[in-house]
């Protein structure tokens, strides 16, 4: 399979917890990015990477959140001390920006509930 | 903020054409449209985008109205595969993230 891979597929922690997801985009796709999505709504947009450099953080990334691409391939989110809020699904998608308008690949996400 | 409109959810009979309505009123000149779906349990999936023109690829067409305020997604042979939420974004080029919106839920049904 050559698409986007996260995982886990589910994570069920405790409040006061701190989780990480892995995302494993396709590869040489140098942009990565990260959103978030709650039930019924459509997914919210985090972060993103372009290579290893983290260009753009949405006001929605608390300081309890951190993302890295330490070599421009694989990222990781970690959010520590865990809230009920910070339940909901975690996606992650890669592009290649060589046109105009690059397609997003995404993929199946993370589903976080937290207790 | 998300900058189109779109109806909540619509019902489309299989075998039929399903046709997603999306406003973008406020469009500027340089934004793109794009489409997006999202079937359950999965992420979102790229349809089509264009700027001025029509639009035709292997999964739809989409039709963009002359003064480009709005735009129709359309599904030629609805299957019951595309059930799905379908987001309509709008976005200048690739150094502009995608905002979306809550989407229209299409339900095909037999």
């Known amino acids: 399979d050559t698409g986007v891979s996260q995982d886990p597929r589910h994570k069920i922690t405790k409040r006061g917890q701190n989780v990480t997801f892995r995302c494993d985009p396709i590869?040489?796709?140098?942009?990565l990015y990260w959103y978030r999505q709650t039930l019924g709504q459509g997914p919210e947009f985090l972060t993103y990477?372009?290579?290893?450099?983290?260009?753009?953080k949405s006001r929605l990334l608390s300081d309890r959140f951190s993302a890295e691409r330490p070599k421009g391939s694989f990222s990781t989110l970690e959010i520590q001390r865990t809230e009920q809020g910070d339940s909901a699904m975690y996606l992650c998608?890669?592009?290649?920006?060589?046109?105009?308008?690059?397609?997003?690949?995404f993929g199946s996400g993370t589903q976080l509930s937290v207790l | 903020d998300a900058k189109t409109t779109q109806p909540t959810s619509m019902d489309c009979a299989e075998g039929r054409a399903a046709n997603l309505p999306c406003n973008h009123s406020?469009?500027?000149?340089?934004?793109?449209v794009y489409w997006y779906r999202q079937i359950h349990s999965q992420g979102p999936q790229y349809i089509i985008h264009?700027?001025?023109n029509n639009e035709t690829n292997e999964m739809a067409s989409l039709i963009i109205t002359e003064d480009r305020k709005s735009s129709t997604l359309i599904l030629p042979h609805a299957t019951l595969r595309d059930t799905a939420v379908y987001y309509c974004?709008?976005?200048?080029?690739?150094?502009?993230?995608?905002?979306f919106g809550t989407g229209t839920r299409l339900q095909v049904f037999p």
């Open positions: 406020t469009i500027s000149g340089n934004e793109y």
């Open positions: 990477f372009q290579n290893e450099a983290q260009l753009e």
């Open positions: 998608a890669s592009s290649l920006t060589t046109s105009l308008n690059e397609k997003l690949f």
């Open positions: 974004i709008v976005r200048v080029d690739n150094t502009d993230k995608l905002i």
């Open positions: 590869s040489e796709h140098n942009r």
């Open positions: 264009g700027l001025k």
